[in-house]
């Protein structure tokens, strides 16, 4: 059996590992798997014929081999994995892989140049722990990328009749990691505020009141309610950037030239995810509010939102042990727009839980295990004075 799963994940892990630290795993995976077969066999030469005078020996290093595997996968499944039926399996053959191994060694094994033989166990044994915790336990944890999200904007153009101007605005995002990264939900919003000058100075009485609208303290500007002027992706939505690469797109905001507002803001952001730690399916058909939502978006998302559209799709763990023994999880991005603006909200969860607003812990545990996060870039203003004048 332990032949049978090694040799099973060792496989699956060559082939379809997102990272190569993953693939040396199935290698040694493959070669833990064929340790542990010839030392079956060898145990079964060893108690029957005695044809071969070091059976014993190899019937003894296999039955190790099988109990410090098996104790490996025990604790990656109970530190990383939902499934009780392999932490039960992996417990089982570990002390059955002990217990082979006490009572080989008590048939009196012969075991030529012993100072040698343990040394090459030790070095061996210690290569295959050391990579075995670096990829299941150090690396999903470690090595952190350093995405770059800006916004400019250009200079505005006057319409022929001058009774509109165009505003370019250009988002770039730069991957500056050596890994490639998913662009989850690359959205952008552009909102107007009007502003008026108080005729006198503003009193503390009133700068309390910009304190608690979630406005800049002020002693001489006024400021109303942003509205909403423009939203959408600047990006397709579950797309993915390469390591070193940068992404660049331009969108036009068209306003008539007397319009009301005074100021012009656009922010951007993305929800990322990395590459080499997780591998996702297609996004399935985008659900929309206004057409009746199958899975409706948890009162945390909405949050005061006139719609939204939800994205969900299927993700894949980075290596074959944490694909079998973790639940199957679904990756869910909402889109929300309103008068007063727009935004994103993900999660990944497991069927059914994705309306659980996620802890802070929990953000965390995803950013550290898949490198899900969110990468922002504020509000950048500008003054539309000179156009209307």
Not at 246 to 252: A, C, E, N
Not at 266 to 282: G, K, N, Q
Request: net charge neutral; aromatic share 10%; charged share 15%.
């Amino acid at each position: 059996m332990t032949t049978g799963f090694l040799g099973f994940f060792g496989v699956l892990d060559v082939s379809t590992a997102l990272a190569y630290t993953g693939r040396f795993t199935g290698v040694l995976l493959i070669v833990a798997a064929a340790v542990v077969l010839l030392g079956a066999i060898a145990a079964v030469d060893h108690w029957y014929r005695q044809s071969f005078p070091y059976s014993g020996l190899v019937a003894l290093l296999g039955s190790v081999t099988a109990a410090t595997a098996n104790l490996m996968l025990f604790i990656t499944t109970l530190r990383e994995g939902d499934s009780t039926a392999y932490l039960l399996v992996w417990c089982a053959l570990a002390a059955g892989g002990a217990w082979a191994a006490v009572a080989v060694y008590r048939t009196s094994v012969e075991i030529p140049a012993p100072k040698r033989i343990a040394a090459a166990v030790i070095v061996s044994g210690a290569v295959a722990v050391a990579n075995f915790g670096y990829t299941q336990l150090y690396q999903p944890y470690h090595t952190e990328i350093n995405p770059v999200l800006d916004v400019t904007l250009g200079e505005p153009v006057l319409s022929a009749d001058k009774k509109a101007f165009a505003l370019p605005v250009t988002i770039s995002f730069e991957n500056r990691s050596d890994v490639g990264v998913y662009l989850l939900a690359p959205e952008f919003r552009v909102l107007g505020t009007a502003v008026a000058v108080s005729p006198e100075r503003r009193p503390p009485s009133q700068w309390q009141r910009d304190v608690e609208s979630g406005r800049p303290v002020s002693r001489w500007e006024i400021s109303g309610q942003p509205e909403l002027l423009q939203a959408g992706s600047w990006h397709v939505f579950g797309s993915w950037l390469a390591g070193h690469q940068t992404y660049v797109t331009s969108r036009i905001v068209v306003l008539p030239r007397s319009t009301p507002y005074d100021q012009i803001q656009v922010a951007a952001s993305t929800a990322i995810a990395r590459r080499d730690r997780m591998s996702m399916d297609e996004f399935g058909t985008p659900h929309v509010s206004w057409k009746g939502d199958p899975v409706k978006a948890p009162d945390w998302v909405l949050a005061g939102a006139s719609g939204y559209v939800t994205y969900e799709g299927r993700i894949h763990e980075n290596n074959a042990i944490a694909e079998h023994t973790r639940d199957p999880r679904h990756l869910t991005v909402w889109w929300t727009f309103g008068g007063h603006g727009a935004g994103v909200s993900g999660t990944i969860a497991r069927t059914g839980e994705s309306d659980r607003q996620l802890t802070g812990a929990e953000m965390v545990a995803l950013k550290n295990r898949y490198g899900f996060d969110f990468v922002n870039k504020g509000w950048v203003t500008r003054s539309l004075w000179d156009v209307k004048s």
